[in-house]
T-cell receptor
Framework: NAGVTQTPKFRVLKTGQSMTLLCAQD?????MYWYRQDPGMGLRLIHY???????AKGEVPDGYNVSRLKKQNFLLGLESAAPSQTSVYFC??????????????FGSGTRLTVV | EDKVVQSPLSLVVHEGDTVTLNCSYE??????LLWYKQEKKAPTFLFML????IEKKSGRLSSILDKKELFSILNITATQTGDSAVYLC?????????????FGQGTILTVHP
């Protein structure tokens, strides 16, 4: 199993450009998440999804949109990139029911620089 | 709003030293506290703590949770240069949190030979 795959791994954007980050999981997990990590900070939740066709805002949603048209894919879009969105982006997934087990799987991250 | 605070923010030690990393939290309807190790890539899972007073142990690493005082510690004994990393603490709430994690800012551990 590949687990959680993020594409691309690196990207440089100019201010105002748009792009989409793709997160794909092959574990049939219901829950999926997008986090961002800035220097000296932990991960902060941008958006999340509890199932196909549903999305919700996290802690820092401004400037981002998401879609989950298929259960295995969770897309993060930047419509008009800003330097403040320079960050490392992590996708994660988890089954809806984990009991007392851990359950999370993280992708390897996308390093985005906006100049 | 859920909150996680880690201390110290950074720590420099020599090989063989023992270190203690702290994590305090505020969360509505606590479900679990998680510790991760991060080395310039995705966080690597270390421990999941759900019950107070029960130590989790893996080799030289151990962790314990105090649900009354709302904190956890991560101990690393006989540190090695390979332990150099950022250590993240996160909490998960139960109920309608849908598995969302709230992370602390992390502790940067540097182990010198």
């Amino acid at each position: 199993n590949a687990g959680v795959t993020q594409t691309p791994k690196f990207r440089v954007l100019k201010t105002g450009q748009s792009m989409t980050l793709l997160c794909a999981q092959d574990m049939n997990h219901e829950y999926m998440y997008w986090y961002r990590q800035d220097p000296g900070m932990g991960l902060r939740l941008i958006h999340y999804s509890v199932g196909e066709g549903t999305t919700a805002k996290g802690e820092v949603p401004d400037g981002y949109n998401v879609s989950r048209l298929k259960k295995q894919n969770f897309l993060l879009g930047l419509e008009s990139a800003a330097p403040s969105q320079t960050s490392v982006y992590f996708c994660a997934s988890r089954p809806s029911s984990v009991g007392t087990t851990y359950g999370y799987t993280f992708g390897s991250g996308t390093r985005l620089t906006v100049v | 709003e859920d909150k996680v605070v880690q201390s110290p923010l950074s720590l420099v030690v020599h090989e063989g030293d023992t270190v203690t990393l702290n994590c305090s939290y505020e969360v509505t309807n606590f479900r679990s506290l998680l510790w991760y190790k991060q080395e310039k890539k995705a966080p690597t899972f270390l421990f999941m703590l759900t019950s107070s007073g029960i130590e989790k142990k893996s080799g030289r690493l151990s962790s314990i949770l105090d649900k009354k005082e709302l904190f956890s510690i991560l101990n690393i004994t006989a540190t090695q240069t390979g332990d150099s990393a950022v250590y993240l603490c996160a909490v998960e709430a139960s109920g309608t949190s849908y598995g969302k994690l709230t992370f602390g800012q992390g502790t940067i551990l540097t182990v010198h030979p």
